[in-house]
Structure formats: C-alpha cells, structure tokens
Nanobody, 115 residues
Framework: QVQLVESGGGLVQAGGSLRLSCAAS????????MGWYRQAPGKQRELVAA???????NYAASVKGRFTISRDNAKNTVYLQMNSLKPDDTAVYYC?????????WGQGTQVTVSS
C-alpha cells in the first residue's frame, strides 16, 4: 500500500514563496513519476509540475520560471518550491505518484495567495 503525505501549504501574500513537500511510503518502485497537481474552486484539476525518478521535469506554462520541482529518491520525497506567487495560484495542491500504470494521490494541501 502506498501513502503520500503532503506538507507546507498555507497563506502567503502575492510575491511571496512557499515550499511544498510530499513523502511517499510503502511499496515504491524505483522507476516512477512524482508530481504536483492543483485544483481551484470550480475548476478542473491540472498538472503543475512533474519529475521522473531520473530527474526529467515538466512544468505547466503558467508556473514555468516561478516554480521548481525536485526530489530526493532516497527519501521518496518530492518538493515544490513556489516563488513569485500570484492570487491565481490559489488552489488545493495534490501530490501524485505514478508507477506501473497506477496513480496515487495525497490528501491535498491548501495554498492561498492574497493580493
């Protein structure tokens, strides 16, 4: 069984920074993709950023240059450094682990950016 535990959300003013963390536990295969999605009220869940176990990254156009995803394979942990936050970044952020055709989700952490 796989569990994802997120931390680091909160309230920040526009232009500020936050760092999200997500630790995975359980039966984790070495080849996987970890990422962050977000869902704002009334909107569909969307990909924010993803990183493979080999370090290849992918970002949504809206966060490129402001957010940085990284991971520590030894700890099965993924991070999302969010800088220059905007009110439009306000959403629940979900950690995702994809491996062998299965997707696992964290419980979500709220990020609120005030103007």
């Amino acid at each position: 069984q796989v569990q994802l535990v997120e931390s680091g959300g909160g309230l920040v003013q526009a232009g500020g920074s936050l760092r999200l963390s997500c630790a995975a536990s359980g039966s984790i295969f070495s080849s996987n993709v970890m990422g962050w999605y977000r869902q704002a009220p009334g909107k569909q869940r969307e990909l924010v950023a993803a990183i493979t176990s080999g370090g290849t990254t992918n970002y949504a156009a809206s966060v490129k240059g402001r957010f940085t995803i990284s991971r520590d394979n030894a700890k099965n942990t993924v991070y999302l450094q969010m800088n220059s936050l905007k009110p439009d970044d306000t959403a629940v952020y979900y950690c995702n682990l994809g491996m062998r055709s299965y997707n696992y989700w964290g419980q979500g952490t709220q990020v609120t950016v005030s103007s």
